[in-house]
């Protein structure tokens, strides 16, 4: 009998909601604006009414479960955890509310652990046993697999390069410290030093200058789109050099819509990783984008924490 | 029938070797200085005539084979690989050395890894499945376990906290690089704060000050001395919580001299710790010393190599 998974990716901006089979092809899906909905428990509702709606359309098919992925998603809990970047503050037992409703199987994880998952089974990381996995979003996520598994860690909370502080005192964070990674490589951080690059150039403020707006104009030749760039693709391979340390990688893959920029991005991310990379790892790690299509991967990597199993 | 191995820890300034049961008992020792001996065939010639020697007083004993903690040892290769704090230079194939001239299984891996072998086995890591190890002398080093398992990644040489970079363009390391964290953690590194320290301060260098003519100053109310460790341990306190973010241990253990200036250095690694911990995080890890023996453990990890399987 065919089976399918209910994969849910949460981020801060939007949740996708997907149905699963195990050739990783998504046969139905939706999605909601995270904001719309302030308390969790609502969201619940309309997602497990959208689950129950189309899988009365697959009588032949065994449905196995839900898997999440979600930033601050603690695996042994099956909690979302005092997310800074989420409405939903606090502790948010999600996996247990879909147990409740749908009386299946639900897994819950960090949704950078999630969309690891997913390249793992699906995409650039297949038949790779050790790698880094970063997300450049609203803010950058992280998943680590050693040796063909996630770390997840004491407490289920592993892989939060993003809070990693790059320097300290400084850019304020959203976890209510300053000068973690993501304030200065991710989405958000990006529209920060563009803003600072056009500050110290005495250049007038663009207030509604996001990435893509910046890339437009670095493409187009402005000097401090590019520099903005430039210096993010630096502290990103700093960061990466440095991560390298730890785990010792074969691959890092990147994912996001940042990744978009292509060489604008990667070039500066690929010089700055190999100038600051000790000299054991150097020529050893390749640094690649996701390939599966973008807002798949954790979606994918979710239905995957329950498919799998 | 009982069982021996050589367990050999390989360190800049001692080689210390000794026969150890599986108690954990070591039943014969002796060490080198590592600079006497310019060709590292020259002391494997040395350790397995003392190998030898010893084991012909052993009749009744099966002997298991050579465990090797060396800095920048490679697990895969049985090398020491382009270790910048050692006089031997390039690849050194020690683990094939010793099968060769013994005759004998023979497993070589980083110093810290194998210290963290042993706390694990028979320190105060027993039963814990996620800790750090760091091991404070002349570098930083230090070994990852993940779910019971050393982190060896991809090529082998997973684990080097001691060379991430701290402050980039920051202290000059031996490996080439700038700001990594030995050159501000270790007990090399508190040498060169302390005496940035007194030169801020207007006052003599101190030219012979090591890091327990430091401690002793200290001890005795110097501010200078005592400014010398709390830096050194609000350093260290971020490293080690910026660390936590990678793999969400549950403990964190420190080894080597350094930690014998107790309180002086804990006080100050424990507060930046908790300071700069992701909320997540917080009060969860538990910092602790070594609670081996203080040149054992590397020793007994690395025989643990051999004895373990």
Same mark, same amino acid.
């Given at each position: =009998?065919?089976?399918? %998974? $209910?994969?849910?990716?949460?981020?801060?901006?939007? #949740?996708? /909601? *997907?149905?699963?089979?195990?050739? !990783?092809?998504?046969?139905?899906?939706?999605?909601?604006?995270?904001?719309?909905?302030?308390?969790?428990?609502?969201?619940?509702?309309?997602?497990?009414?959208?689950?129950?709606?189309?899988?009365?359309?697959?009588?032949?098919?065994?449905?196995?479960?839900?898997?999440?992925?979600?930033?601050?998603?603690?695996?042994?809990?099956?909690?979302?955890?005092?997310?800074?970047?989420?409405?939903?503050?606090?502790?948010?037992?999600?996996?247990?509310?879909?147990?409740?409703?749908?009386?299946?199987?639900?897994?819950?994880?960090?949704?950078?652990?999630?969309?690891?998952?997913?390249? =793992?089974?699906?995409? %650039? $990381?297949?038949?790779?046993?050790?790698?880094?996995? #970063?997300? /450049? *979003?609203?803010?950058?996520?992280? !998943?680590?697999?050693?040796?063909?598994?996630?770390?997840?860690?004491?407490?289920?909370?592993?892989?939060?390069?993003?809070?990693?502080?790059?320097?300290?005192?400084?850019?304020?964070?959203?976890?209510?410290?300053?000068?973690?990674?993501?304030?200065?490589?991710?989405?958000?951080?990006?529209?920060?030093?563009?803003?600072?690059?056009?500050?110290?150039?005495?250049?007038?403020?663009?207030?509604?200058?996001?990435?893509?707006?910046?890339?437009?104009?670095?493409?187009?030749?402005?000097?401090?789109?590019?520099?903005?760039?430039?210096?993010?693709?630096?502290?990103?391979?700093?960061?990466?050099?440095?991560?390298?340390?730890?785990?010792?990688?074969?691959?890092? #893959?990147?994912? *996001?819509?940042?990744?978009?920029? !292509?060489?604008?991005?990667?070039?500066?991310?690929?010089?700055?990783?190999?100038?600051?990379?000790?000299?054991?790892?150097?020529?050893?790690?390749?640094?690649?984008?996701?390939?599966?299509?973008?807002?798949?991967?954790?979606?994918?990597?979710?239905?995957?924490?329950?498919?799998?199993?």
């Amino acid at each position: =009998m065919k089976k399918l %998974a $209910a994969g849910i990716d949460i981020g801060g901006t939007n #949740i996708l /909601l *997907g149905l699963v089979n195990e050739k !990783g092809e998504i046969t139905e899906r939706t999605s909601w604006k995270t904001t719309s909905f302030t308390l969790p428990e609502d969201w619940v509702i309309s997602a497990c009414s959208f689950i129950q709606e189309k899988l009365s359309h697959y009588p032949d098919v065994t449905f196995i479960g839900v898997g999440i992925g979600a930033p601050n998603g603690n695996v042994h809990s099956g909690s979302i955890e005092h997310a800074p970047n989420m409405p939903w503050k606090g502790i948010v037992p999600l996996a247990s509310m879909f147990e409740n409703n749908l009386s299946c199987k639900a897994v819950l994880t960090n949704d950078a652990n999630a969309a690891a998952l997913g390249e =793992m089974l699906f995409g %650039a $990381a297949k038949n790779c046993r050790h790698f880094l996995y #970063i997300t /450049l *979003g609203t803010g950058l996520g992280s !998943g680590i697999v050693v040796d063909g598994k996630l770390v997840y860690g004491h407490d289920g909370f592993a892989g939060e390069i993003g809070h990693v502080i790059l320097f300290p005192d400084g850019r304020p964070c959203g976890c209510g410290r300053k000068g973690c990674v993501e304030t200065y490589c991710s989405a958000t951080a990006i529209k920060t030093t563009y803003a600072e690059i056009r500050q110290k150039n005495a250049l007038p403020a663009i207030p509604d200058a996001d990435a893509k707006y910046i890339y437009q104009r670095a493409i187009n030749g402005e000097k401090e789109a590019k520099q903005a760039f430039q210096q993010t693709g630096e502290w990103l391979g700093l960061v990466l050099a440095n991560s390298v340390a730890y785990t010792s990688p074969e691959k890092i #893959i990147l994912f *996001g819509g940042l990744t978009q920029a !292509g060489d604008l991005l990667m070039n500066p991310v690929k010089q700055s990783f190999e100038k600051n990379l000790l000299q054991n790892y150097k020529n050893k790690v390749a640094i690649t984008c996701s390939s599966l299509p973008e807002n798949d991967a954790a979606l994918l990597g979710a239905a995957s924490l329950v498919l799998q199993s």
